[in-house]
C-alpha cells in the first residue's frame, strides 16, 4: 500500500470480515454489523481484534446504542481525545465506510451540507439531477450510510443549521427541482466537536437538541496515559525517522504528570489544590512535547532525553495566555514541582527557560 | 405450626415490596425481624415517624460507642414493621442484642458475611444493579421470591461455617426463634438478611450448641431510641453493612407504580427545568429510547441506574457533567430528611449537653441571663468551649457580646434556652453522640461544602479553636488550602492571611494541635508572594489604597510568624532571573520581604504603593538607599501628583522620620520648594491629607526644624539635640526601654 493513511475501512478489513463472520446477532436496517459486534471492533477483544479505543467501555456503548436508535452522535471533547478517530471507526464498523466526511471550518458553506452545481451542466441543460453536485450528507442519505461531521462548532452558524431538517426529517428538500432526497434506513450523522477551544460557533439549541452527546473524557489514570503517550510517541519517532535517541518511561511519566496535574487542578496525590491554565493540556500536546524533546536530545544534544528537552516545550504548552498562565505555572513550580526531591533536574531546568 | 423465614436484601426495594405482599399473604401472628432486641418497646412509635429513621443504640455515659441500624421507606424491615403495627402483630427483633453489640469493641468481625450477597449474585449474573435482577430473576420464578433466595443462597454457603460474632448472632436470632415458638405463636415469619435463611429455616438444632455459643459474651448497658436519618447519610454509611449509594433511586423503584425508567427520566427532566435547563419532552423520549437500546446492546432485559444515568447524561444533560452532578445529587442520592415523634426517648447528644450543663453549672433558662467568662479558668474555659460548639451546631444558646475592652481572656455571652434548641439537637443526632463529636463532624461537613468561601472557611477555623476542635482542623485545613490555590483574587487570600497568622498564634497559646495551620500559613503566604507582583499593576487610587491596607495587614501578620527556615531549597544555587526575590529560600519573612524588594524596584508602580513598600523595607532594615529612592521619586522627572502619593505612602502612619532624618526632610523640603505656583495648588490636598494625619506635636517638630535650617538648607544640619547626650545617664533609660520592648539583656 503506498497511501500515507489509509481508511479505517481498508486497513482493518481482515477483522471486520472476521467480525461481519461470526455475528449472528440482529443488525439494524443498513448496518454492516450488530451493535453488539461495533463495540467489539472498537474495544477489541483479547483475541484477534485490536483495541482501536483506550478507554471506557460505557462511552463506546452509549455511541453505539446512540446510532442504533437512529440518533445523531455528538462526539464533544477537548482536542486530542480521539474525537476523530473514534467517529472514523464508528462509521467503517456500522456501514463499511468512513469517506463521507465534511470537514467544518470557517469557511465551510452551505454546499458542503447539502448540494452545489455542476455550473457549465446547469447553463448548458437548465436544472437537472444530473447538473447537482450532492454533498457527502446527501449521499450518506441516499444510500443509508454514516456522514461525518468534522468540528462541527467550527462551521458557521447558518450552515450548522442546514443539519436540522436533515436529521429531523430524514429528507433534504431540493426546492429548485421540486424534489427531494429521503434518507435510506442505516442514514446517521457523527459530527465531533471541541468545547474548549477559542472561536468555535456554539451549536444552536434546536441543532443541539437533535443529537445526543457522548463527551470524550481525558484519559482516567496516569498509567494509562502514559501507555497512550508512550506508544504513539514511539509511532511517531519512526513515521518521522528520527535518530534513535534513549527515551527514558520517568521522563514521559514526569511530563504527563505535569499535564494530568494541571488539568486537573490537583497533584496525583490528591493532597495538594493547584490552577489550571487556560490552555487545554490534551494528552496530544503532551505527545507533542516529548516529540519534540526528542528532537532536540536527538540532533543537538548527546541523544537522551533529559529534562532540559522538555521543559521549553513544556512551559509553552502551559502559558498560553502571558500574564495569568504565567503565574498559574511559577505557582506550580514553586508550590509543588519544588517539593519532589527527584525533580530536581525538572525545576532547575524549568526556571531556566520561565 | 410454620415458620417462614424470609431472606432479604437490606434496603432492597424489590425485597421491601416482596415482604409486604408475603405478609399480607402468610398474615402471621408473630414477626422476627433482624435488629437488636432492646429495640422490641420502641416499635409501637412506628407509626408517628416518618423514614428515613435510625435506630440508635448507645452506652450511656460513654458516647462514643454507639451504633446505627437505618430505615428507609423501600427497607424491608420497615415495611414489616410497618406491616406489624398496622396489622397489630407482636415484633421481636432477633439479632445479637446492642449490649453485647456494642460491649465487642471497635472490631466489626462478622467472619466473612458478604455485606450484600444478593448484590454478589447479580454481579454474577452481569448486571449492575442488583435491584433490577432482583426484578428480573428472582421476581419471575416460583411462586414466592424467597424460596428462590433460600436456594441460592442454601447453594452459596454451602460448606460454610459460621464463626466468631457472625456465630453468635445466627445462635441469637435461633434462641429467639425458639422463644416465639414455645410461647404458642402459630405462624411466625422471619425477616433477615439473605445470608442467614440457610441458617433459620429448617428443623432447628438443639438448643444447648447455641446456648454455648452466647454464654459469656460480653456485656455493657445500652439505651436506644430512634432518630432521623437522611439520604446522604443512608448512602455513605450503613449499620447493615455496605452502604448503598442510590437511596433516591430504590425509593424511586418501591414507590413507582409502574414504568420506572420513564418516570425517572420524566422526574430528572423535572429536576434540570427547575434549574432553567431546557429540556422538552422530546429529550425525555430519547433519553428512554436509548436507555433502552443501551440495555439491548448490554443484554439485559431492563433498563437499570446504570443505563437510565447515561441515557440522562447523553440526551437530557447534553454531556454536561455539572447537570448529571445535580440529578445525582437530588435524585439518585436524595435530600430527604427523616423525622421522629415526640415521645421519643432522648438522644445522647442531649443527653451529653445534659451532662455537660450540670458539670459547668450552666442552667438552660429561658429567661435572658448574662455571663462573663475569664478564660484563664478552666470552668470557664468549657464553658466557652461547650457554648462555641453549640454555635457551631446550630443551637444558638449562648450568643457572644462585646466586651472586647477587658482583653482577650474574656468573653461576655447572652444565655437563653429555646426549646428550638432540642429540636436542632435530634436533627443533629446523626452527626455524633456527644456535642463535640457532632460539633466537629458538623465543621468538616461545612468545610467540605463547594460553595464555601476562603473567608468563610477562614473564620470556620477561628470557630474550631475557639470550640476546641482540634479533630475538625485537618477536614477544614484541607479544604481551606483547597480553596487558597484555587483563589486566583490575591487580595482575597491577603485578606484571609492574617486571621490564619492570628489563629496560628491563638492555637499555640491554648496549647491546640494546629500542626497542619502552620504549613497552609506558608503555602498561603507562598501563593502571596507570587501572585502579588502581578496584582500591583495597573491599579487606580482606590485599587491602590485598599491594596496597600492588605500588605499592611500580610506585613504585620508575617512579623508574628516563626522565623524557621522553609525547608531545603533544592535551587538555592540558582536564583531566578526575573523577580528573583520569589523563588529564594529562607524564612516566611525573608520570603516576603524578598517580594516587597523585587516589587519596589519596579518602574510601573502606583506612586502609593511605591512610596509605602520603600517605608516598610526602610523601616525593617532592608534598606541602605532609600535617600536615593526617595530623591528619585521627588525628582523632576515624575509628575507631582505621583510624587505626592509617593510621600503619602512613605509617611503614613507618622512623620518622627521627617523630624529625625534630615536628610529625608532637607528632600521633601527641596521638592516642594521647587514646585511651581500651579503643581502646588495641584498637590496641596495630598500634601495635606499626609501632613494632616500627623499628631500636632511632629508637625511642630517638623517646622521648628525646618524653621531652624532655613528653607532649603535642612539637609546642611546635623541632628541638633542628638550630640549632648549624657550616654552614662540615659544608660538606665535605655535598659528599661529594652526589657519592656522584651530585648532586654540587664
Not at chain 2, 448490554?298 to 454536561?320: F, I, K, Q
Not at chain 2, 475569664?374 to 460548639?389: A, G, T
Request: proline share 7%.
Amino acid at each position: 500500500m503506498t497511501v500515507l493513511r489509509p481508511h479505517a475501512e481498508d486497513q482493518y478489513a481482515e477483522e471486520l470480515a472476521l467480525l461481519a463472520k461470526d455475528d449472528d446477532r440482529p443488525r439494524p436496517p443498513g448496518w454492516k454489523l450488530s451493535p453488539w459486534a461495533v463495540t467489539t471492533y472498537i474495544m477489541g477483544d483479547s483475541d484477534r481484534i485490536t483495541p482501536k479505543y483506550v478507554g471506557a467501555r460505557r462511552i463506546v456503548e452509549v455511541a453505539v446504542a446512540t446510532l442504533a436508535t437512529d440518533r445523531a452522535l455528538l462526539l464533544l471533547g477537548v482536542p486530542g481525545t480521539a474525537k476523530t478517530w473514534l467517529s472514523e471507526h464508528l462509521a467503517a464498523a456500522v456501514s463499511g465506510d468512513s469517506t463521507l466526511l465534511v470537514q467544518g471550518t470557517a469557511g465551510t458553506a452551505e454546499e458542503a451540507v447539502r448540494y452545489g452545481w455542476n455550473y457549465a451542466r446547469l447553463l448548458a441543460e437548465g436544472p437537472s439531477i444530473e447538473a447537482l453536485t450532492p454533498s457527502p450528507v446527501m449521499r450518506a442519505m441516499a444510500e443509508g450510510r454514516v456522514a461525518r461531521v468534522e468540528e462541527l462548532t467550527r462551521m458557521p452558524s447558518d450552515v450548522q443549521d442546514a443539519l436540522i431538517t436533515v436529521l429531523s426529517e430524514k429528507t433534504l428538500p431540493i426546492p429548485e427541482l421540486n424534489r427531494e432526497v429521503q434518507a435510506e434506513r442505516g442514514f446517521n450523522v457523527i459530527a465531533t466537536a471541541n468545547d474548549r477551544d477559542r472561536g468555535v460557533n456554539e451549536l444552536s439549541s434546536a441543532l443541539r437538541r437533535r443529537f445526543n452527546t457522548v463527551v470524550l473524557p481525558v484519559p482516567a489514570t496516569a498509567e494509562e496515559e502514559v501507555d497512550i503517550v508512550s506508544r504513539r510517541v514511539t509511532q511517531l519517532g519512526r513515521s518521522l525517522e528520527l535518530p534513535e535517541t534513549t527515551t527514558g518511561l520517568e521522563e514521559i511519566r514526569r511530563v504527563v504528570t505535569v499535564f494530568r496535574e494541571l488539568r486537573a487542578g490537583v497533584t496525583e496525590d490528591g493532597r495538594t489544590k493547584v490552577k489550571s491554565p487556560s490552555g487545554t493540556l490534551s494528552t496530544a500536546e503532551a505527545i507533542s512535547v516529548l516529540t519534540n524533546g526528542i528532537a532536540l536530545a536527538a540532533h543537538f544534544g548527546d541523544g537522551v532525553l533529559r529534562p532540559s528537552d522538555v521543559a521549553a516545550g513544556i512551559v509553552g504548552a502551559v502559558v498560553q495566555e502571558p500574564v495569568s498562565d504565567r503565574v498559574v505555572w511559577r505557582e506550580y513550580l514553586e508550590t509543588v514541582v519544588r517539593e519532589r526531591s527527584d525533580w530536581r533536574d525538572f525545576y532547575r531546568a524549568c526556571r531556566e527557560v520561565s | 405450626m410454620s415458620v417462614s423465614v424470609l431472606g432479604v436484601r437490606h434496603h432492597g426495594p424489590g425485597s421491601a415490596r416482596a415482604v409486604r405482599r408475603e405478609l399480607e399473604r402468610l398474615r402471621p401472628d408473630a414477626i422476627l425481624i433482624e435488629g437488636p432486641p432492646e429495640a422490641d418497646v420502641l416499635v409501637e412509635l412506628a407509626p408517628g415517624l416518618e423514614p428515613p429513621v435510625a435506630l440508635l443504640a448507645h452506652v450511656p455515659g460513654e458516647p462514643s460507642r454507639a451504633a446505627f441500624w437505618p430505615f428507609a421507606v423501600f427497607s424491608p424491615e420497615w415495611q414489616a414493621i410497618r406491616y406489624a403495627t398496622s396489622a397489630g402483630v407482636p415484633v421481636r427483633f432477633c439479632d445479637l442484642p446492642a449490649a453485647h453489640t456494642l460491649a465487642g469493641g471497635d472490631e466489626h468481625d462478622d467472619g466473612g458475611v458478604p455485606a450484600d450477597p444478593i448484590g454478589a449474585l447479580a454481579e454474577a449474573a452481569g448486571y449492575d444493579d442488583p435491584e433490577r435482577w432482583w426484578e428480573d430473576v428472582v421476581e419471575h420464578r416460583g411462586d414466592t421470591p424467597f424460596e428462590v433466595i433460600a436456594e441460592a443462597m442454601a447453594a452459596v454457603r454451602e460448606g460454610h461455617r459460621p464463626s466468631g460474632r457472625e456465630a453468635a448472632r445466627e445462635a441469637y436470632m435461633r434462641k429467639t426463634l425458639r422463644a416465639a415458638l414455645k410461647q404458642g405463636f402459630g405462624r411466625i415469619a422471619v425477616i433477615c438478611g439473605a445470608w442467614h435463611v440457610p441458617a433459620l429455616a429448617g428443623p432447628l438444632p438443639p438448643a444447648t450448641a447455641d446456648n454455648a455459643v452466647l454464654r459469656g459474651l460480653p456485656k455493657v448497658k445500652a439505651e436506644l431510641t430512634w432518630v432521623p436519618w437522611t439520604y446522604g447519610r443512608l448512602a455513605s454509611w450503613s449499620g447493615y453493612g455496605a452502604g448503598i449509594t442510590s437511596p433516591g433511586w430504590y425509593h424511586h423503584l418501591f414507590d413507582a407504580p409502574d414504568r420506572p425508567v420513564e418516570r425517572w427520566l420524566a422526574g430528572a427532566a423535572a429536576v434540570l427545568r427547575d434549574e432553567g435547563l431546557a429540556v422538552s419532552s422530546a429529550h425525555v423520549i430519547e433519553s428512554v429510547r436509548l436507555a433502552g437500546g443501551l440495555a439491548a446492546l448490554r443484554g439485559r432485559p431492563l433498563a437499570g441506574l446504570g443505563e437510565v444515568t447515561e441515557a440522562a447524561r447523553a440526551v437530557l444533560c447534553e454531556g454536561d457533567d455539572l447537570a448529571v452532578e445535580l440529578i445525582q445529587r437530588r435524585m439518585v442520592v436524595g435530600d430527604r430528611l427523616g423525622h421522629v415523634s415526640d415521645g421519643t426517648p432522648m438522644v445522647p447528644l442531649q443527653r451529653d449537653l445534659r451532662e455537660q450543663q450540670r458539670r459547668l453549672k450552666l442552667k438552660p433558662e429561658a429567661l435572658d441571663r448574662e455571663i462573663d467568662l475569664d478564660l484563664r479558668k478552666p470552668l470557664d474555659l468549657d464553658r466557652s468551649h461547650l457554648l462555641h460548639r453549640l454555635r457551631l451546631l446550630g443551637v444558638e444558646w449562648g450568643t457572644p457580646g462585646q466586651a472586647r475592652g477587658k482583653g482577650t481572656f474574656r468573653e461576655t455571652w447572652t444565655l437563653q434556652w429555646r426549646p428550638e434548641h432540642d429540636l436542632a439537637l435530634i436533627e443533629h443526632a446523626a452527626l455524633g453522640t456527644t456535642v463535640a463529636a457532632a460539633a466537629a463532624r458538623r465543621a468538616a461537613d461545612l468545610a467540605g461544602d463547594g460553595s464555601a468561601t476562603l473567608a468563610g472557611l477562614t473564620s470556620l477555623v477561628e470557630r474550631c479553636l475557639l470550640a476546641d476542635l482540634p479533630q475538625a482542623l485537618p477536614e477544614v485545613l484541607a479544604a481551606l488550602s483547597a480553596k487558597a490555590a484555587l483563589d486566583t483574587d490575591v487580595t482575597q487570600l491577603m485578606a484571609a492571611l492574617p486571621a490564619m497568622v492570628r489563629a496560628h498564634r491563638y492555637g499555640d497559646v491554648r496549647g491546640t494541635s494546629v500542626a497542619g495551620l502552620a504549613a497552609i500559613v506558608r503555602s498561603m503566604l507562598e501563593r502571596v508572594c507570587v501572585g502579588l507582583p502581578v496584582a500591583v499593576t495597573g491599579l487606580d487610587d482606590d485599587a491602590a489604597a485598599s491594596l496597600l491596607e492588605h500588605v499592611d495587614a500580610v506585613h504585620s501578620a508575617v512579623a508574628l510568624l516563626d522565623d524557621a527556615p522553609a525547608p531545603p531549597h533544592p535551587a538555592a544555587d540558582h536564583p531566578g532571573p526575573a523577580e528573583g526575590a520569589a523563588g529564594v529560600g529562607g524564612s516566611p519573612r525573608e520570603r516576603w520581604m524578598g517580594t516587597l524588594r523585587g516589587i519596589s524596584d519596579r518602574q510601573d508602580l502606583h506612586g502609593l504603593i511605591e512610596g509605602r513598600l520603600t517605608r516598610i523595607l526602610l523601616d525593617s532594615g532592608e534598606l541602605d538607599d532609600a535617600g536615593d529612592r526617595m530623591s528619585r521619586a521627588m525628582s523632576r522627572g515624575q509628575a507631582p501628583a505621583r510624587a505626592a502619593a509617593w510621600v503619602e505612602g512613605f509617611l503614613a502612619g507618622g512623620g518622627l522620620l521627617l523630624v529625625h532624618d534630615p536628610r529625608l526632610l532637607g528632600l521633601v523640603d527641596d521638592w516642594l520648594t521647587g514646585l511651581s505656583g500651579d503643581q502646588f495648588t495641584d498637590v496641596l490636598p495630598l500634601l495635606r491629607r499626609t501632613f494632616g494625619g500627623f499628631p500636632a506635636p511632629e508637625r511642630r517638630a517638623i517646622g521648628e526644624r525646618l524653621r531652624a535650617t532655613g528653607p532649603g538648607a535642612a539637609h546642611h544640619a546635623e541632628a541638633g539635640p542628638a550630640h549632648d547626650l549624657d550616654e552614662h545617664r540615659a544608660a538606665p533609660a535605655v535598659a528599661t526601654v529594652l526589657s519592656i520592648l522584651g530585648r532586654g539583656t540587664a
